[in-house]
C-alpha cells in the first residue's frame, strides 16, 4: 500500500479543474496555483499536466486541515463527502 495522498483518486471530472481556472476561483497566479498543489495537496500531475481539486481547494481555503488530511488518505464520507457535496451544488448553480 502506497502512503502517496489521493488526489483525485478516483479522477471525477465534477472535482478536477485545470490550473488556469483554480488560479482564477483563487485569486492567485498560475505558477502559484502549481505550488499550492505541489505543497498542499491540492492537485496533482496528469499525463504531463496539473489538475487542480475544487474539493481539495474548498478544504484549504477554509482551513478546515482534518478534512484536508481525511481526503488525503482517501476518506470520502462523512465531512469529506459534505465538501464534494457542497462543490456539486456550487458548480450546478453556476451553470
Known amino acids: 500500500m502506497t502512503d502517496d495522498p489521493k488526489?483525485?483518486?478516483?479522477f471525477d471530472h465534477?472535482?478536477?479543474i485545470p490550473i488556469r481556472i483554480m488560479?482564477?476561483?483563487a485569486g492567485?497566479?498560475?505558477?502559484?496555483?502549481r505550488n499550492w498543489c505541489a505543497e498542499h495537496?491540492?492537485?496533482r500531475r496528469i499525463a504531463g499536466r496539473?489538475?487542480?481539486?475544487?474539493?481539495?481547494?474548498?478544504m484549504f481555503r477554509d482551513g478546515d486541515k482534518a478534512a484536508l488530511n481525511a481526503y488525503h488518505a482517501g476518506q470520502r464520507d462523512g465531512r469529506?463527502?459534505?465538501y464534494f457535496a457542497r462543490?456539486?451544488?456550487q458548480k450546478l448553480k453556476n451553470l
Request: hydrophobic letters at 55%.
Open 41 to 43: 495537496g491540492l492537485g
Open 87 to 89: 462543490v456539486r451544488a
Open 80 to 82: 469529506v463527502a459534505d
Open 28 to 33: 492567485i497566479s498560475e505558477q502559484t496555483a
Open 50 to 58: 496539473w489538475w487542480g481539486s475544487r474539493v481539495a481547494l474548498a
Open 7 to 10: 488526489i483525485l483518486v478516483p
Open 23 to 25: 488560479a482564477r476561483l
Open 14 to 16: 465534477d472535482e478536477a
